[in-house]
């Protein structure tokens, strides 16, 4: 690749950094917000998947860190903690369905695997995160004023 390419080519990955990013940051919080409108699913799903107990206020408790660190995915703040954060949140969630995955077609839903894509998009976000540059974080490492602040 000529390095003449290189500024297109950053620009281009950093756009297609910024649509993943938001995305998948929407598909979590659509989760995120599941804690409070459907709290007894979540105990439910704790309980099946998790293998863990949780009581219904727990669930609001869970509700609010994952709202929180679903927008902050969303906006691209704190690149490395937010993106490493859903990264193995969702790799324990996916696994944890492991039965499902590797029998597709026994189980009641092989939506399961729909899990696994989403598993390579926060991995792929992680490991690319220096390049996110449509971010709070991008801005600041590549010293562009905040637009907000002007600094």
């Known amino acids: 690749m000529a390095s003449e390419h290189a500024p297109e080519l950053e620009r281009r990955l950093a756009v297609a950094l910024a649509i993943l990013r938001i995305t998948v940051g929407l598909f979590f919080l659509l989760w995120a917000v599941e804690k409070f409108v459907l709290p007894d ?25 994952n709202t929180l660190m679903s927008l902050a995915l969303i906006a691209g703040f704190m690149r490395t903690i937010t993106y490493g ?3 193995v949140f969702h790799s324990i969630s996916v696994l944890s369905t492991w039965d499902y995955l590797i029998k597709p077609f026994g189980g009641p839903n092989h939506l399961f695997l729909a899990g696994v894509p989403i598993v390579a998009v926060m991995v792929v976000l992680f490991m690319l995160r220096r390049w996110d540059s449509w971010s709070p974080d991008g801005r600041r490492a590549r010293g562009v004023p905040s637009p907000s602040t002007g600094s």
């Open 85 to 87: 954060y859903w990264t």
């Open 41 to 65: 699913a979540t105990v439910a799903i704790w309980e099946r998947f998790y293998k863990i107990p949780i009581s219904l206020n727990l669930t609001y408790l869970i509700g609010v860190g």
